[in-house]
């Protein structure tokens, strides 16, 4: 009976440091760590108090008893809580296939018409927060040139609209012709504006040249026969400049 009680008492010592650092684990999706989402049973006072930014893909964080009663007396409240609790970020490991897949359509739509995508070389393996979204997209500066080219874009990992993550990816594109900038030829009328603050002045103007849309050139405005420099918005408007 003397051994039983023994051994009973070192499975007790034996748990003793265990129950004392007892932790439980949390998944985590959005980009912030609410209170709520770490103890659920907490009131709805406290269920969107902010803990902080959730970890990244792949990592974690541990939150002590102490660290959340410090927060929810901080909020007002007195809380029974007895565990630490670890927030874990969801993840998500794509094949080659799925990112390309995922990507490439957006790609394709942040370039011009005469551009072609080829191949996007996409790590074999790649992990990322579980409800990633693809943001904006950098294509690198494509030469003057027709045929195969190999440049680089700049893919932005977006969770609730706020950048987690920045991807440079080799991308080989397919360059065919570039389609000729439209023209406004010289002594055409356009609309010329001067911005003013925040007051805005329009007149009828003609280009003192032939001048592609993007250019900037001199323009002479109709009524007054002034003279001054502006960029050509499109085929009907310019914007007077200090370029």
Known sequence: MHRIALAFSVLLLGLGPRMAHAEIERTITSSRVL???LVPSAPPELAEVDLGP????????????????????????????????????ATKRWTQAEFTSFITPKLKASLPEYARVLRVEVPRSLVTVSNI?????????LPNRRGTVQTSALFELTVEGKLVQRLSLPVVLELGE??????????????LQVNLGTTRVSAQAAPLQTLAVGAVGLFRVVKTRKTLRAKLLSTTLAEVTSE
């Open 54 to 89: 959730a970890p990244p893909a792949g990592a974690s964080r541990l939150y002590s008893t102490e660290e959340l009663l410090t927060a929810a007396r901080q909020a007002g409240k007195q809380l029974l809580i007895r565990e630490s609790v670890r927030a874990v970020r």
């Open 178 to 191: 570039r389609p000729k900038p439209a023209e406004v030829e010289r002594g055409a009328t356009v609309t």
């Open 133 to 141: 979204e693809l943001g904006r997209i950098e294509p690198g500066q």
């Open 35 to 37: 209170f709520g989402t």
